[in-house]
């Protein structure tokens, strides 16, 4: 496969999964109507950060793909990773889980650091990309559990 068709596939997959999730729960956002805690940022920078961070964890696969580096241990720490950030959402905006998303997010905050310890080890430049990732989740973690004891 062409460096370009495999950059291309690894974007899109998280790219997509994104926006498929981000289309189920679209009904059902109430971020705006609950009581924000400090430093809440507006509605607007989730879908714009989420697709940074999307197409960085896809340019961090495609360049762990690209050298021959993705072996079964990159693949289930990805996958497993990704299908828990899609699930956060919907636990969240969807079913209004904000205790069970809070520790939801806790996981998905495990699995980043795993990720990125493993990419890390195979190709730094890798394992860096991911560290944005980290950074808004810590920050999306902090936001979980504000709304939840605010919102209570």
Known sequence: MSKFK????????????GGIVGFLISGSMDYETLKQPPLAPP????????????????ISYGILDSKGLVDSKVNTIYYAQLFV????????????LRFFAFLWILLLLALIIAMIKTFYEKDKTSGLLQIPYLIWTAFATYLNLAIYLLNR
């Open 6 to 17: 495999t950059y291309a596939k690894a974007i899109l997959i998280p790219v997509i999964v």
């Open 43 to 58: 509605s607007i920078a989730f879908p714009i950060v989420w697709t940074i961070l999307y197409i960085l964890m896809g």
């Open 85 to 96: 950030n899609a699930l956060w959402p919907i636990a969240f905006f969807v079913f209004k």
